[in-house]
């Protein structure tokens, strides 16, 4: 933390949510307690946060006293900044492409690169075929997300007040204010993802209006085959390399 904010002034830094519930576990067990943490984790307003930090206050204040010293921002959506357009809590990313060079990560240095190399010529390949074959003008994930939240948009009730604001209603009388024009849900949750959310969706489908024209384009085909689209080219192996009459390179 330190060293994030004296060379990388200004960033947000986020802790993964799941090794900071293992760090609490050590003191404060129990299927409640974990409960409560993942609600003020995922919780995405600070009216919720606060709600599920006071319910863990009530079970258990030394658990509750245990957050005093990590600041909200690093593991709360309550206060992620919006900017990012990307709401994980976890460290998956960097988790996933560990775990993919487990191989590569036992041998020497340069067999280790040329691993590593030789994996992401693959996958870079793999992935722009695969977004070629795309039918939509975004990846099918970011479909399904729209399809689920549109299943849930269904059960609101959206009143529109001019200028492409809306006052979305649930059965049981909670509401949220929608603004299309700055791509904002009370919820936050859009802004967070720069997806539309169900209570967005809800304003949409009740003026007829394209839900996918409000999808940020970070998650567009076209974004998508560009990040792909330069290729890693393949090399002969070291019997065909030129000899440059160079003393080999030996071990330390």
């Known amino acids: 933390m330190d060293s994030i904010s004296q060379y990388c002034e200004g960033a947000e830094h986020r802790c993964c949510a799941r090794h900071l519930y293992s760090n609490f576990t050590l003191a404060h067990k129990g299927l409640v307690l974990k409960n409560l943490f993942w609600t003020a984790a995922r919780a995405t307003t600070v009216p919720e946060w606060k ?12 658990a509750y006293n245990w957050f005093f010293e990590k600041p909200p921002s690093q593991w709360t959506r309550s206060r992620f900044e919006e900017h990012s357009r990307c709401d994980i809590l976890l460290n998956n990313l960097c ?23 030789h994996q992401q010529m693959i996958r870079k390949n793999v992935k722009r075929e695969a977004a070629q074959r795309w039918d939509h003008a975004f990846g099918p994930r970011i479909v399904k997300i729209i399809e689920n939240a ?34 904002a849900c009370a919820c936050r949750k859009w ?17 007829d209006i394209g839900i996918y024209e409000y999808i940020d384009p970070w998650y567009m085909k076209e974004t998508y085959l560009k990040c792909y689209s330069p290729v890693i080219h393949s090399m002969s192996g070291p019997e065909l390399w030129p000899e440059l009459g160079k003393h080999s390179l030996n071990q330390p």
Request: charge should be negative; hydrophobic fraction near 40%; glycine fraction near 4%.
């Open 191 to 207: 802004q967070f993802t720069g997806i539309p959310c169900p209570h967005a969706i809800s304003g949409m489908l009740s003026r």
């Open 150 to 183: 549109t299943s849930e948009a269904r059960y609101l009730k959206a009143l529109y007040v001019g200028n492409h604001k809306f006052e979305i209603s649930s059965r049981d009388d909670l509401r949220w204010s929608v603004d299309l024009t700055k791509h």
């Open 95 to 117: 988790e996933a492409f560990n775990s993919s060079i487990v191989v590569a990560r036992d041998r020497p240095i340069i067999s280790m690169l040329e691993k590593i190399w």
């Open 51 to 62: 709600s599920a930090m006071n319910e863990l206050k009530d079970i258990s204040e030394e």
